[in-house]
Nanobody
Framework: QVQLVESGGGLVQAGGSLRLSCAASGRTFSSSVMAWFRQAPGKEREFVAGINSSGGSTSYADSVKGRFTISRDNAKNTAYLQMDSLKPEDTAVYYC????????????WGQGTQVTVSS
């Protein structure tokens, strides 16, 4: 069982930066694949970025590639999402998710943190 708690959301002007954190409990964090998803009002939840258990492999949605960076610190049981050059269309609730590396489904989700980018 993994419990996830996001933090770091807020209001920022276009072009600004935010760093989201996802603190995980449980002994399986270091063997879990971590990801960030987001959901804007009236839209479906979408994948933003993912990172493998060691941190050596990452993937990004085309819409955030080159602007967002996902990372993790297994010693601190924490994953991060550095968001730079933010745009109004990045406004959404951002969710942290985790899955065992043996699974294709994200089994654990945080409660979400609101990110609002003003123009």
């Amino acid at each position: 069982q993994v419990q996830l708690v996001e933090s770091g959301g807020g209001l920022v002007q276009a072009g600004g930066s935010l760093r989201l954190s996802c603190a995980a409990s449980g002994r399986t964090f270091s063997s879990s694949v971590m990801a960030w998803f987001r959901q804007a009002p009236g839209k479906e939840r979408e994948f933003v970025a993912g990172i493998n258990s060691s941190g050596g492999s990452t993937s990004y949605a085309d819409s955030v590639k080159g602007r967002f960076t996902i990372s993790r610190d297994n010693a601190k049981n924490t994953a991060y999402l550095q968001m730079d050059s933010l745009k109004p269309e990045d406004t959404a609730v951002y969710y942290c998710a985790a899955r065992p590396f043996t699974s294709t489904n994200y089994l654990y989700w945080g409660q979400g943190t609101q990110v609002t980018v003003s123009s």
